[in-house]
């Protein structure tokens, strides 16, 4: 989960680098949050991916 966490904490400074209001920083926690939330997903779904992907291959490779 490093690379969401990585990303999330760059998307939150730039957007909170600006000056803003009490009101718009709330709808920005709520982007970032959703951002992260999104990349934490995403992150999980490569990884459970790739781990298929090698069980798949060392099936095949014993298979051999």
């Known amino acids: ?3 969401s966490n990585e990303l999330s ?3 939150a400074a730039a957007l909170l ?30 990884s459970a991916r790739e781990t298929k992907h090698q069980a798949e291959a060392m099936k095949h490779d014993r298979d051999e």
């Open 1 to 3: 989960m490093a690379i």
């Open 9 to 11: 904490s760059e998307i």
């Open 17 to 46: 680098s600006k000056k803003t209001s009490p009101r718009e920083l709330k709808q920005l926690h709520d982007v970032i949050l959703q951002v992260h939330k999104t990349l934490q997903s995403m992150q999980k779904k490569t």
